[in-house]
């Protein structure tokens, strides 16, 4: 089947609600009794250890997740920024709680997330619509980024998340090919 769609949801706080790092280590000291492990919260693997916490993803964000899986012509991706090295753990939450995906792009600190989306340009010739869902900033702005880049003939739909609800940032629907439309149709008149 041809992939025409491609789909990538944010890991941490978009599609799982993860605990930050006061309330994690607070509960990870209650739970082992230890201190947390290391100094760094979002690349460490205790910090995923799914003995110590109930990482649930958000029941809306699933809801989309699974109703685009389901079409054999969308391909469904992590796009995370978590390290290589916590793929085990990552794909252990996922396992734990029944989310199936095509793909999980780890984090390389070379090359952000709005040029991980393009290159599936390269990889995937036919897709025609491509959507992110995504809570921070930085990796919205770096999408914004590259839809000036994008053919004009795909639909780019960035989507912040926000504990589970969603909200519609930029839809690159050609709105610069809709505009000049519009204000051609425009009739003038004195």
Request: charged residues 30%; negative net charge.
């Amino acid at each position: 089947m041809v992939i025409t769609k491609l789909v990538a949801f944010d890991f941490d706080k978009t599609l799982f609600a993860t605990p930050e790092p006061e309330e994690g280590m607070a509960i990870y000291k209650q739970k082992t009794g230890k201190e947390f492990p290391q100094k760094g919260w979002w690349s460490s693997p205790a910090s995923l250890d799914t003995d110590v916490f109930n990482i649930k993803p958000y029941n809306g964000m699933v809801s989309i997740l699974t109703k685009e899986y389901a079409d054999p012509r969308t391909m469904v991706i992590i796009l995370t920024s978590r390290v290589e090295e916590l793929r085990p753990e990552l794909e252990k939450v996922l396992h734990k709680n029944n989310i199936l995906v095509d793909g999980i792009i780890m984090n390389d600190n070379n090359v952000d997330k709005g040029e991980k989306i393009f290159d599936f340009l390269r990889w995937e010739q036919d897709l025609q619509q491509i959507d992110v869902y995504d809570d921070r900033d930085k990796d919205i702005q770096a999408y914004l980024n590259i839809r000036k880049h994008m053919p004009s003939d795909i639909v780019f739909n960035i989507y912040r998340a926000d504990k589970g609800s969603v909200s519609l940032v930029e839809n690159q629907m050609n709105l610069k090919k809709i505009i000049a439309e519009e204000i051609g149709n425009l009739v003038w008149t004195n």
